[in-house]
């Protein structure tokens, strides 16, 4: 059974720093692109960064370039959003999904299986 739980949100002030993460189970990350995903009240969900089936490629929507990096550690099935720079409108709750292809631009185009979520709030 796929399962994608993610954890590491919560409050952290303008210019600071956190690092989600996103435990996979019941599949290898080489068998699938994992894109992050936010969505902050009365927005629509967009696609933040993805990486790649074989780790290879990394992705990222342009607002979070330089800013956000997204890596991997197979030996723990895990896919980690590294942000840094947090700026007030950063502020959603971001998920992970699976899916076969990444895009350009940062999105995931098809979703397979969706964790949870996590709440990020960058306030003073």
């Known amino acids: 059974q796929v399962q994608l739980v993610e954890s590491g949100g919560g409050l952290v002030q303008p210019g600071g720093s956190l690092r989600l993460s996103c435990a996979a189970s019941?599949?290898?990350?080489?068998?699938?692109?994992i894109g992050w995903f936010r969505q902050a009240p009365g927005k629509e969900r967009e696609g933040v960064s993805c990486i790649s089936a074989g780790g290879r490629f990394t992705y990222y929507l342009d607002s979070v370039k330089d800013r956000f990096t997204i890596s991997r550690d197979t030996a723990k099935n895990t896919v980690y959003l590294h942000m840094n720079s947090l700026k007030p409108e950063d502020t959603a709750v971001y998920s992970c999904a699976t899916g076969p292809v990444c895009s350009v631009s940062g999105n995931l185009p098809t979703q397979m299986n969706w964790g949870q979520g996590t709440q990020v709030t960058v306030s003073s």
């Open positions: 019941g599949f290898p990350l080489n068998s699938r692109s």
